[in-house]
């Protein structure tokens, strides 16, 4: 079956870094798109950042551009997320999620598998 299971959150300085991770299995990695979410408290669920089934093409959230990284390593069936210059409201959970098809989304409707998700807490 499916699993997407992420690790690497925890508490961070503001202006610190995180990196996250996502080991897939149960399913073709290399063959879909992947995207990273994230909900905050009192949040609703936010769309951070995609990458392409190759990793060759990416997109972000303007909250986040030019701070976070989305990269994958197929090879490893793993996705990460480097956060770079934290905020405190980039505090939340972070979940990875699976593509429906090979192509990702702002909609969460677009996803058909997530994990548990980790949880990053930026402290001011």
């Known amino acids: 079956q499916v699993q997407l299971v992420e690790s690497g959150g925890g508490l961070a300085q503001f202006g610190g870094s995180l990196r996250l991770s996502c080991a897939a299995s149960g399913f073709a990695f290399s063959d879909y798109a992947m995207s990273w979410f994230r909900q905050g408290p009192g949040k609703g669920l936010e769309w951070v950042s995609g990458i392409t089934s190759d990793g060759s093409g990416t997109s972000y959230a303007d909250s986040v551009k030019g701070r976070f990284t989305i990269s994958r390593d197929n090879s490893k069936n793993t996705l990460y997320l480097q956060m770079d210059s934290l905020k405190p409201e980039d505090t939340a959970r972070y979940y990875c999620?699976?593509?429906?098809?090979?192509?990702?989304?702002?909609?969460?409707?677009?996803?058909?598998?997530w994990g548990q998700g980790t949880q990053v807490t930026v402290s001011s």
């Open positions: 999620e699976k593509a429906i098809r090979n192509y990702y989304s702002r909609a969460a409707s677009a996803y058909d598998y």
